[in-house]
């Protein structure tokens, strides 16, 4: 486009404005989904500001603004304008150097923009709406894989705004939209449950003694994903074809379907007609041979696992899970039943949960503790208390299976209790000895992270221990800590009040944002292990890392580098200015004897 009359006859074609305003966005209130994108956006790509705009015919309208304080500008100040003339990204580096844009008022005016990108956002008809936008007030650079991510973040505002319109479109077209999935046709989960329950009592009252039936789950891994990323068209290019052919397969069964989250579909198969063996042979071969789905497996995969239903559909659901348990990072199909091993494993699962209450009476779980060493100096920084179970019968109990099998029993907050009292209680014990104790950290559940008392309970321990609270720190999972951010937030503040320092754990596993912890008392980010393993063989992992680390240091906080094992590790890790490092470079999980060896050494130390 030459002019502003010209790059205005876009803006103003009446099939686009028309589409705008059906749509039903314009002038409404801000909405958490938007601004955290927004949020998201200026952290990931370091600009102080990004915007969510819709071009009107008079003006650019901002859903949400990150950084900006107005909610609408004059047309005639929109660089947006001219972005939705472009199929899908404009990027103005230098405005003042730019030709079209050195003297728009944008640029010479009191907003005095200097670096512009927009990414169009459009309807699923294809018409402009808008941009994904950022903006500096000095020129910049957006390489490559920038204008990528720009790209990908847009496609997930045309997702929100999209699921909107189906949302709306559903509800008008069916009033059994509690029970039926609009997309599908399948049965809702609430409604699944009830026709199973059904489906149980009529066996229960039955003459005929044949066993109660086989349950299918059929997961997608990677439905979520694209739903978010690349919206509800992708997302129903893959769902629609697997729910087809699953209903053909059992089309003259009296099998029952139903959806299973986001992800998932659930079958119902009487055991009179098939058993688990054979309904999970039946799917893959039939799966296999449908050109639809094979084609799809270029894009997904599939992971399918049968169980004999149980007359608890959730215990049955369970069962479906371990029978795929270990195929989450199997590509293509993958179909599994429940076997003897599976069964084992359930046996082992209630073995763990029967004893582990009176193990921890019994001092028969332990603390181990992992040391953590300042890059710099090389010298040990702190400890996290890890926990180890050892059972004659059972075997090693992994942490995760403890946790696990407290969750089931509803004693997670017990399990955080025991955690405590040990950590402190060892802590007391180094310092009877006269070791110069570092900081203990400790990990805690969601429910001790929600309890008002929470500071109370730590209190009391330090308190009858005779220990400072400097020297136990608090880990909060990003997981728990951005799924509850409102009721955990004012209990982090209470337990930094306390004098206990707090760490952000696994940070980067989630949709994570510094801009959340601008507001919260963390004075540690621990950066996640799966990230620090590949920054030897990944420039965008080990940029990633290096990222995380320049941005917690100018907000003051420390960070630490996880799952540290190599030199080579170590060696990029210090190179990024990582505060410290926790791994096996510098030293394994101790038993507190052990511990205790190296908190006694004159100058506790590794080969760094």
């Not at 990323?229 to 052919?245: C, F, I, N």
């Not at 028969?364 to 710099?376: G, I, N, R, W």
């Not at 100018?554 to 190599?566: F, I």
Request: aromatic residues 8%.
């Amino acid at each position: 486009m030459s002019n502003n009359n010209s790059a205005l006859e876009l803006v103003q074609q009446p099939q686009r404005l028309k589409v705008l305003h059906d749509l039903g966005i314009l002038d409404t209130e801000p909405e958490p989904r938007f601004d955290r994108i927004t949020s998201l956006v200026a952290d990931v790509l370091e600009m102080p500001i990004a915007l969510i705009s819709f071009v009107d015919s008079d003006r650019q309208w901002f859903k949400s603004a990150c950084g900006f304080k107005d909610s609408e500008t004059d047309i005639s100040e929109s660089i947006c304008a001219y972005a939705i003339n472009e199929p899908e990204l404009l990027v103005v580096e230098n405005t003042l150097e730019h030709e079209r844009f050195k003297d728009h008022p944008a640029v010479v005016g009191d907003m005095a923009i200097r670096f512009y990108a927009g990414a169009v956002l459009h309807s699923r008809s294809g018409h402009p709406l808008g941009t994904l936008c950022i903006i500096d007030l000095k020129p910049r650079k957006l390489n490559t894989s920038q204008r990528r991510q720009l790209l990908s973040f847009a496609r997930l505002v045309e997702s929100e705004i999209w699921e909107d319109i189906a949302d709306i479109q559903a509800r008008a077209q069916s009033r059994l939209a509690d029970h039926i999935d609009p997309l599908t046709g399948f049965f809702s989960l609430d409604e699944f449950s009830h026709r199973y329950q059904q489906c149980l009592q009529h066996v229960k009252e039955s003459e005929e003694k044949w066993s109660f039936g086989s349950l299918l789950l059929i997961n997608l891994p990677q439905l979520d994903f694209v739903y978010r990323v690349k919206g509800l068209d992708a997302y129903l290019h893959l769902v629609l074809p697997v729910a087809k052919s699953i209903a053909g397969l059992l089309v003259n069964s009296n099998a029952f379907f139903g959806r299973y989250e986001r992800d998932g579909f659930l079958v119902f198969v009487p055991s009179a007609e098939l058993s688990s063996q054979q309904l999970s042979t039946l799917v893959s071969e039939r799966l296999q041979q449908d050109s639809a789905i094979v084609t799809l497996l270029e894009q997904t995969s599939i992971h399918c696992s049968v169980a004999p239903a149980l007359s608890d559909l959730d215990r049955t659901l369970h069962c479906c899970e371990m029978a795929a348990h270990g195929t989450n990072n199997d590509n293509g199909l993958v179909c599994t039943s429940f076997t003897p091993q599976d069964s084992k494993r359930l046996a082992r699962e209630s073995s763990i949960g029967l004893k582990l209450m009176d193990a921890l009476d019994d001092d028969m779980v332990k603390l181990f503790f992992q040391p953590k060493a300042t890059v710099a100096t090389c010298e040990l920084s702190g400890m996290e208390a890890l926990i180890r179970w050892h059972d004659d019968e059972l075997g090693t109990v992994r942490p995760l299976e403890i946790v696990k099998a407290a969750e089931r029993l509803d004693k997670t907050t017990a399990l955080d209790d025991w955690v405590i009292r040990s950590s402190v209680a060892q802590i007391s014990v180094w310092q009877t000895a006269g070791l110069e104790v570092v900081p203990v950290s400790v990990n805690l559940s969601n429910e001790s992270l929600l309890d008002e008392h929470l500071v109370d309970r730590i209190g009391v321990v330090l308190e009858s221990f005779n220990v400072d609270s400097s020297l136990l720190n608090v880990e909060v999972l990003e997981t728990a800590l951005f799924n509850d951010i409102d009721a955990i937030t004012p209990l982090m503040h209470k337990l930094v009040d306390a004098g206990i320092a707090l760490s952000l754990d696994d940070f980067g596993v989630e949709y994570s944002s510094f801009r959340y912890l601008q507001r919260l008392p963390v004075s540690t980010v621990k950066i996640d292990r799966s990230f620090v393993s590949q920054i030897t063989v990944s420039s965008d992992d080990a940029m990633l890392v290096k990222g995380i680390i320049d941005i917690a240091h100018s907000l003051g906080m420390k960070t630490v580098a996880e799952g540290v094992e190599t030199e080579e590790q170590f060696t990029i890790i210090k190179q990024f200015a990582c505060d410290s490092i926790q791994g096996n470079y510098f030293s394994e999980a101790l038993a507190e004897q052990d511990a205790a060896l190296l908190l006694g050494a004159k100058s506790p130390s590794f080969a760094g």
